[in-house]
């Protein structure tokens, strides 16, 4: 029984590159979830993935964020022309549709923006 | 404006005693809320949960209480251990889709 993975664990990179993620969820998991961490605060929603449909989006998603699950399984997100700001940790979750209330997650990818 | 406040970013507590972890929460009509821990450089484990219809869930050594008049919630951990030392989170359930969390009340167990 494997949980949620994410791919990398810790990604440095320079202001103005694209970098990518990657999320695993839990087999049979239909629901996935990103969240954003920064220091000091809990968890914050970004989007979330029911099969490969996104059904939500948070506002904190700008134009530059794009997140994809193409055939239901993985997920990925995408940040474009990083900024400083966005530096934190980058959270996924999955759950199953029936009872789906209770959240995975996987350990997370740290993003340092330079 | 937050909907789920945990006031004490911090708490200390002599292993063997109790631990409480308190939350407040904003609108009346959330019906299902989670406890999560988090060490450093992971990612949270769901602890135990609570819905609505229920005052309380007990889970080995952690029980959660639910004060719906009150919207307050609370996470008693009893022996505490010192590997209970974490960050703790509440969350609610919003659109019975997504999580929305408090800001984390560190606990340190000390022997």
């Known amino acids: 029984d494997t949980g949620v993975s994410q791919d990398p664990r810790h990604k440095i990179t320079k202001r103005g590159q694209n970098v990518t993620f990657r999320c695993d969820p839990i087999?049979?998991?239909?629901?996935l979830y990103w969240y954003r961490q920064t220091l000091g605060q809990g968890p914050e929603f970004l989007t979330y993935f029911q099969n490969e449909a996104q059904l939500e989006k948070s506002r904190l998603l700008s134009d530059r964020f794009s997140a994809e699950r193409p055939k239901g399984s993985f997920s990925t997100l995408e940040i474009q022309r990083t900024e400083q700001g966005d530096s934190a940790m980058y959270l996924c979750a999955s759950s199953p549709s029936a009872g789906g209330e209770t959240q995975y997650f996987g350990p997370g990818t740290r993003l340092l923006v330079l | 404006d937050q909907q789920v406040k945990q006031n004490s970013p911090s708490l200390s507590v002599q292993e063997g005693r109790i631990s409480i972890l308190n939350c407040d929460y904003t609108n009346s009509m959330f019906d299902y809320f989670l406890w999560y821990k988090k060490y450093p450089a992971e990612g949270p484990t769901f602890l135990i949960s609570?819905?609505?219809?229920?005052d309380k869930n007990e889970d080995g050594r952690f029980t959660v209480f639910l004060n719906k008049s009150a919207k307050h919630l609370s996470l008693h951990i009893v022996p505490s251990q010192p590997g209970d030392s974490a960050v703790y989170f509440c969350a609610v359930v919003q659109g019975a889709q997504k999580l929305v969390f408090g800001q984390g009340t560190r606990l340190t167990i000390n022997p």
């Open positions: 609570i819905s609505s219809i229920k």
């Open positions: 087999s049979e998991h239909n629901r």
